[in-house]
Structure formats: structure tokens, C-alpha cells
């Protein structure tokens, strides 16, 4: 009786172990078994071994392919298109949010893909100024700084000309090439400034601003001005984004009634209108998109396009907000700068920006950086179709990340914008997508109650602030490494992994221009 007993405590004993392995219990809690989801249906053929080989026999069939020709003409044309905070995740999840993992965001199919480092000289996460210093002229400055070298500190009252760097639309420019500059940001936001204009602070957009910093306007010129007046930013054949109240003084009103920002009484928008005509050349103006479709490209020379007094709205809102026929999307923009660029039998150089991705990141709005992304991707899918592979090279990448993640564990092609099926240890569900920090904190924790339960919230709402950990007015850029992908001639060059600044350095050796043509490298 002793002895059986003692036989069934053992056993007992035993099981109590394997129940509490901690081992075990690690791995449940790592990779749960999650209940499948009634709403999923796999497809076919994605079932079936050969569908997998087949694919990937494609796939590699197209790299060879690839790497046995090598596309080394010389680039009559450059496109950049920048996605501003377009993080790796904001790729992946926008992939999601067409309808499937499987789906490839336009860009993602072209041949050569590789990674930038973004950090600036003085500060490992950078902004929008620094790294547009960076991509655009070949050089890493300060944070917070635009077109000047690491020598100017942000805030300098005065800067020399010698710290001045040049960008590829200068070099693009000095070779005969036009240039254009397309943007749903104000075209004198940091993303499209690095074009054209030298600048110790970002935020010098205009006057009033300089002298807020307490720096003097008759030292020190304005970003509005210098697009306007300093001869890059006056040869710059297309000009389009927002902004308009940046141009024009406190005491005149745009076209819709709303007052300028300026303090020094000017209206820079009718002084690039005379000196065009000074210039003898036809510079058109034009503020909404009807403006847009009714300029006869084949008459203009210049062509300025200003259609908001601030940033261009989100490119969900201009669908949820009825703006579709008041102002231009990014691809009608692209469009059209193309079309006008495209006259010049030298070539051009085009940067074109899709800046609010990273305005919407920053408020925890994914939703609208993801519909900003796919928008993005459909003016680059234009932009490739209008143009040839042979002689048009196109680069797509970003600036800077941010500080969203894809995590927990949804079903495949479960809506991205939605709760994760798995609940917290807290019992409560959580979002797919959230951010280490920013306004979406207030969606997240309560003071009183603790974790917010978002059972009955509408997570795809374009207005919802996805969860976010630390509370902040609004969320931080990353620090990490953004994507680089390129199609056309020397798109092979952009492979593996290398400083931002290379890219610039790139781009002109596939187009023969500036400090890094073909000739000018064999002199080093």
C-alpha cells in the first residue's frame, strides 16, 4: 500500500513538473497557438509546394536576367521621389492595408533595393532638413540645418557663403538640365527646401520667422525668397505644392480670402510673375486644380503652382472632404511636372515628395500614413509608365523612419488598422500597429482606470490615434535605416548598405553631372 502510494506521488510530482516547465511556458508565451480565423480562406495554390517554387524560380530567373545585361546608359533624366517617414514598416503594413501580405507596393518591384543610414552629423535621429542636405547634396550637416555643411550650427544669425553646399538640382541645372521641385508639403518645407536654399534653421520659411528667432531678415534670407529670388530656386522650371501665405505679406489676402504671413509688405508671388517677364519667358501661375488643367503646357516656360496656404491635405481627406476637385493629388502633380520637364531635350532632375506620410506618423494617424503611402506609390507607377527605362533613371526612398511597428499576431489578410486577436495579460486587446511614443497615448492609458479597453473603438477611423507607449504631443522619427530603390540606367549602383549622402553622388554618375561625372571620379 506504501509502496503504491509512493508510485502515484512520484507520477504526480512528474506531471506537476511538466506542467510548470518554465521552458514550456516560455514558448507559449513567445509563439501562442492562436484559434484560426473563420474569416480566413487560404488561397489554392499557395497550398500546393510547386506554387512556392515556381515563384521563386521566377524570381530568380528575373535577377539573372538582370545581372547579365546591367543597364549602364547614361541617365538623360533623374527622378527622386522621397517618401517622407517611410519606414520599412510603413511599407510592409501599407502592403497589408491593400489587402494582403502577398501585394508588392509598386516600387518593391523595382530590380535593386538597398539600405541608407540617416543619421545626421550631430544628432543619431535626424529630420527632415538634415537628411535632405544629405540626399540631395552629398553632404551630412546638422540637425535642423538645410543646404549648409556641418560647420553651421542650427540657429546660426549668420552664415557664410563658403559652408553653402551644392544639390543635384544646381548640377542637373549647370548641365543644361531643367528642374523641378512637386510636393504635398509647402514648397518651402524642409523635404523640398534642400533644393534650392541655404539655411542655418528649418523654420525660416519666411521672415517673421527669422525674426522670431531673433536673428536679422536683411542678413539672413528667407526660404520663400530664395526660391524666388537666388538663382536655383529662380530657374526652377516647376514649382508645385503648398503654401501660399508664406509668399505674401500679413496685409494681402490669397485667393480665397486668407491672409499672408509675411511681415516685410511683400508678395512674392507677383515678383516671380515679373521676373519671368523680365526674363522674357512665359511664367504661369496657378492656385487650384482647375487652374492646373486649363495651363496649355506647350505656352509655359515657368510654372508655379501653390494650392494651399499650408500643406496640401492628406490624400484620404481630399476624398473624405469632397477636395478631389478643388486641389491637385501627388500623381496629378507628377504628372504634369513630367509632361512640362520633358520639353527640354537635355533632360531634367525632379524631386518629388510625398511629405505628409510623416506629418500623419507624428500624429499616431496610420491610417493616413498609410493611404499617403499607397498614393505615393501609384504617382511612381505613373511616373515609370511615362517614362523609359533605357534613359530615365528613378530612385525612391525616404529620409527617416518612424516609430511604428507591425506587432502581436493577426491573420493574414485580417484588416491592418484593427485589433490584434490575441488579448494582453491584462485581458484587454491591443492594436496591430502602434508606436513607441506620441499622441496616441491618450487612446492607450487613463490615469483613473489604468489600460484602455478599445473593444468598441473604430481603430479605422482616419482621426484615431493608434496606441503608442510614452505620452508625447507628438511621436519621434527613428533612427534606423531606410530603403532605397532604383530602376532605370545605373540602378545597380544602389545596392547594399551606405550613408545617405551617397545617393546624390549616385544619381549624378548615372547622369553624367556635377562633382561625381564619370569624368571628374577618374580624376581622383
Given at each position: 500500500?506504501?509502496?503504491s502510494?509512493?508510485i502515484l506521488?512520484f ?32 488561397l489554392?495554390?499557395e ?9 521563386a524560380?521566377?524570381?530568380?530567373a528575373?535577377?539573372?536576367a538582370?545581372?547579365?545585361k546591367?543597364n ?25 492595408f ?5 501585394k ?8 535593386y533595393?538597398?539600405l ?9 535621429t ?7 542636405t544629405a540626399?540631395?547634396?552629398?553632404v551630412?550637416?546638422n540637425?535642423?540645418t ?20 551644392q ?12 528642374a ?6 509647402r514648397?518651402?518645407?524642409a523635404s ?5 536654399a ?13 525674426i ?12 520663400a ?18 503654401g501660399r501665405?508664406y ?10 480670402g486668407v491672409?499672408g504671413?509675411?511681415?516685410?509688405g ?32 506647350s505656352k ?9 496656404t499650408s ?5 484620404g ?13 501627388l500623381s496629378?502633380m507628377t ?8 520639353k527640354?531635350d537635355?533632360?531634367?532632375?525632379l524631386?518629388?515628395?510625398s ?6 506618423h ?23 509608365k ?21 506587432n502581436g499576431?493577426p ?6 488598422l ?10 484587454l ?5 502602434s508606436?513607441?511614443?506620441g ?20 481603430t ?7 496606441q503608442?507607449?510614452?505620452?508625447l ?18 540602378e ?7 550613408e545617405q549622402?551617397s ?6 554618375y548615372?547622369?553624367n ?6 569624368d571628374?571620379i577618374?580624376?581622383?
Amino acid at each position: 500500500m506504501v509502496k503504491s502510494c509512493l508510485i502515484l506521488c512520484f507520477i504526480a510530482l512528474l506531471v506537476i513538473q511538466v506542467r510548470s516547465d518554465p521552458a514550456d511556458d516560455q514558448e507559449q508565451a513567445q509563439h501562442p497557438r492562436l484559434q484560426s480565423s473563420r474569416d480566413f480562406e487560404a488561397l489554392d495554390e499557395e497550398l500546393d509546394t510547386r506554387f512556392w517554387h515556381d515563384k521563386a524560380q521566377s524570381i530568380l530567373a528575373d535577377k539573372l536576367a538582370s545581372h547579365r545585361k546591367l543597364n549602364e546608359n547614361r541617365a538623360k533624366n533623374v527622378i527622386l521621389f522621397l517618401g517622407d517617414g517611410m519606414s520599412v514598416h510603413t511599407i510592409a503594413a501599407t502592403r497589408a492595408f491593400m489587402g494582403d501580405s502577398n501585394k508588392q507596393v509598386f516600387f518593391e518591384k523595382f530590380p535593386y533595393l538597398g539600405l541608407s543610414k540617416t543619421y545626421a552629423v550631430n544628432e543619431r535621429t535626424p529630420d527632415s532638413a538634415t537628411t535632405a542636405t544629405a540626399y540631395l547634396t552629398g553632404v551630412k550637416a546638422n540637425y535642423g540645418t538645410i543646404g549648409v555643411n556641418a560647420q553651421v550650427q542650427r540657429g546660426d544669425c549668420v552664415t557664410n557663403s563658403s559652408t553653402h553646399v551644392q544639390s543635384i538640382g544646381q548640377w542637373a541645372q549647370e548641365a543644361g538640365k531643367w528642374a523641378g521641385v512637386v510636393t504635398t508639403a509647402r514648397v518651402t518645407h524642409a523635404s523640398p527646401a534642400g533644393v534650392y536654399a541655404h539655411v542655418a534653421e528649418r523654420n525660416w520659411e519666411h521672415d517673421g520667422e527669422i525674426i522670431s528667432s531673433k536673428c536679422s531678415p536683411d542678413l539672413n534670407t528667407d526660404i520663400a525668397r530664395q526660391l524666388v529670388e537666388w538663382p536655383v530656386g529662380q530657374e526652377l522650371r516647376v514649382i508645385m505644392g503648398g503654401g501660399r501665405s508664406y509668399f505674401r505679406d500679413q496685409s494681402h489676402h490669397d485667393e480665397t480670402g486668407v491672409s499672408g504671413l509675411r511681415t516685410d509688405g511683400r508678395d512674392l508671388i507677383s515678383d516671380w510673375q515679373e521676373i519671368k517677364k523680365q526674363q522674357g519667358a512665359e511664367g504661369k501661375y496657378v492656385w487650384s486644380l482647375k487652374g492646373l488643367k486649363e495651363t496649355d503646357l506647350s505656352k509655359t516656360d515657368y510654372l508655379l503652382g501653390l494650392f494651399d496656404t499650408s500643406h496640401l491635405p492628406y490624400h484620404g481627406d481630399r476624398r473624405r472632404t469632397h477636395y478631389e476637385d478643388a486641389e491637385p493629388s501627388l500623381s496629378d502633380m507628377t504628372e504634369t511636372a513630367i509632361k512640362m520637364l520633358s520639353k527640354n531635350d537635355e533632360g531634367y532632375f525632379l524631386f518629388v515628395e510625398s511629405g505628409r506620410i510623416d506629418m500623419a506618423h507624428h500624429d499616431t494617424n496610420a491610417k493616413k500614413a498609410l493611404e499617403d503611402t499607397e498614393e505615393f506609390a501609384a504617382a511612381i507607377e505613373l511616373a515609370r509608365k511615362m517614362t523609359d527605362e533605357e534613359d530615365t533613371l528613378i530612385v525612391v526612398t525616404s529620409d527617416h523612419s518612424h516609430t511604428m511597428s507591425i506587432n502581436g499576431y493577426p491573420y493574414r489578410r485580417q484588416n491592418i488598422l484593427s485589433l490584434a486577436p490575441n488579448l494582453a495579460d491584462d485581458e484587454l486587446p491591443f492594436t496591430i500597429l502602434s508606436y513607441a511614443n506620441g499622441p496616441g497615448f491618450d487612446d492607450t492609458y487613463s490615469s483613473k482606470d489604468g489600460r484602455i479597453d478599445l473593444s468598441h473603438a473604430d481603430t479605422t477611423n482616419a482621426d484615431f490615434a493608434f496606441q503608442a507607449t510614452v505620452p508625447l504631443s507628438s511621436e519621434t522619427h527613428g533612427a534606423e535605416d531606410v530603403g532605397v530603390f532604383a530602376s532605370g540606367p545605373f540602378e545597380h549602383l544602389f545596392t547594399g548598405n551606405y550613408e545617405q549622402s551617397s545617393i546624390p553622388a549616385m544619381m549624378a554618375y548615372a547622369a553624367n553631372i556635377g562633382p561625381f561625372a564619370k569624368d571628374k571620379i577618374n580624376e581622383q
